[in-house]
């Protein structure tokens, strides 16, 4: 099958939900009530973790709104996995991820997908994609892909699915060797993680070898600090598109346009809502809370009001693409941080935003000690040929400047520490987040 190029994923999602003609809200919300009843009812008699909520889902419901009254589902409830979600035989279940708690170091979650759950996520991947790929295009996959039905194998498949040619970059290559491999293939699109691409990019410069230039990067699986995006847009002289996912929600959840006014919604799909992340109460479009995800299609293990523990808000209005999906900006994790003194908080998302800025800078590693004052300990990598001290007291300056950390750093309510690491990127255990010390 062969997926042509689309201006938008309208009729993508059209198609999906079985409905004919141009797509509008009214039909859009009528045909997700009906999945969303559906998926409960599935829920309430195959999953033993939602039979023992039997009495909170029995009641079908009557509009979108009501969603709002049944309970969460939180990380914990599927790392405990007792009751189990899962609502098929283990014969029908083709993949099994295991995972953290999401962005944290919580227990581990595992979560099952049917042939058709990944089908969707596979569809859904290309479509994607095809927002901005042509089958002329050579797409370099910077995802982990030496697992059948891993994120980096269905990238591929999707890549073939518009006609294109995918380029699988190992998981283990460093950033001198993707930048030899995006010279050497011919790259047109990159997509990847952010902070690798990112190294490639700034590698890829200070090497004096033969400049990469693309068409279109997509980044996912963490948030891209503007500073970040503007970096590889400077870099390869690429559009930047961001993708919003998670393995809860199949991995494709959310993804940017050309018009960049925020990532449309995997709406056939996924339903999305923001809530306070103290109240749970269910936040206006345009107010920063955390995200809650629905699931409406899944097989193995459907979600009811998942908390996500992502931070972000719905945007308002519509797009000027001219898409009627609904629009998420995700802005990073709740637990992005700690509270320091005088409710001083350094997140993860700020630091990015100042340091990417530094043309020098690939990646950054922090950690953070609770106390008065408290300590941050920051790791830069920096490709070897601008490797100084020049750096770090640059980064430094801008985070002394910075409206937001430089007040903290003046008070005496945090101290600074940096160091320079071994190469372009700093080796996280895991996906990147701001580690939280043992308070002294």
């Known amino acids: 099958m062969t997926v042509a190029p689309m201006a938008t994923l309208d009729a993508w999602v059209a198609v999906r939900l079985g409905l004919a003609g141009p797509l509008d809200r009214g039909r859009l919300e009528a045909a997700q009530l009906a999945r969303l009843n559906a998926t409960i009812a599935h829920a309430r008699v195959h999953s033993p973790f939602y039979r023992r909520r039997a009495a909170e889902l029995a009641a079908p419901l009557a509009s979108l709104d009501d969603l709002a009254r049944l309970p969460f589902t939180t990380p914990e409830d599927l790392a405990r996995g007792d009751p189990p979600f899962l609502t098929v035989s283990q014969g029908m279940v083709e993949r099994v991820v295991t995972l953290p708690t999401s962005g944290s170091r919580g227990a581990p979650k595992r979560i099952g997908f049917t042939a ?13 994609l095809g927002l901005f790929t042509a089958a002329s295009d050579r797409v370099a996959i910077l995802f982990a892909g030496e697992r059948p039905a891993s994120v980096g194998a269905t990238l591929t498949e ?11 970059i190992p998981a283990a290559a460093s950033a001198e060797e993707v930048a030899g491999i995006l010279r050497e293939g011919r790259a047109t699109v990159a997509a990847g993680p952010p902070v690798r691409l990112l190294a490639a990019a700034r590698v890829s410069l200070a090497d004096g070898g033969t400049p990469i230039r693309l068409r279109a990067v997509l980044t996912s699986s963490e948030p891209a600090a503007a500073s970040l995006r503007r970096g590889l847009a400077a870099a390869w002289g690429a559009e930047v598109h961001d993708h919003w996912g998670m393995t809860e929600t199949g991995w494709g959840g ?3 346009c ?29 107010v920063e809370g955390e995200i809650v995800v629905t699931t409406l299609s899944r097989r193995a293990t459907p979600l009811v009001r998942y908390r996500t523990g992502d931070r972000g808000h719905l945007v308002a209005g519509p797009c000027a693409c001219g898409s009627v999906l609904r ?10 941080g700690a509270m320091g ?3 001083a908080t350094p997140t993860l998302a700020r630091l990015d935003a100042v340091l990417f800025d530094l043309p020098q800078i690939c990646d950054v590693a922090a950690a953070l000690t609770p106390g008065a004052p408290a300590a941050l300990r920051l790791t830069l990598g920096v490709p070897a040929p601008w490797r100084s001290k020049a750096v770090i007291a640059a980064a430094r300056a801008a985070l002394t400047a910075d409206p937001a950390i430089g007040p903290m750093l003046a008070a005496g309510r945090l101290t600074l520490a940096i160091e320079l690491a071994a190469g372009a990127t700093c080796g996280h255990d895991g996906k990147r987040c701001l580690t939280i010390e043992p308070a002294r």
Do not use: K, Y
């Open 254 to 256: 959310a993804v940017d």
């Open 327 to 336: 629009r998420l900006e995700p802005t990073g994790r709740l637990d992005d």
């Open 258 to 286: 050309a018009a960049h006014g925020g990532l449309h919604l995997r709406e056939a799909d996924l339903l999305i809502e923001v809530v306070d992340p103290r109240s749970g109460e269910r936040l206006a479009d345009g």
């Open 158 to 168: 999707a890549v073939a699915r518009l006609g294109a040619t995918a380029l699988a």
């Open 116 to 128: 058709e759950d990944r089908e969707a996520t596979l569809d859904f991947f290309a479509h994607g």
């Open 341 to 343: 003194d005088a409710g």
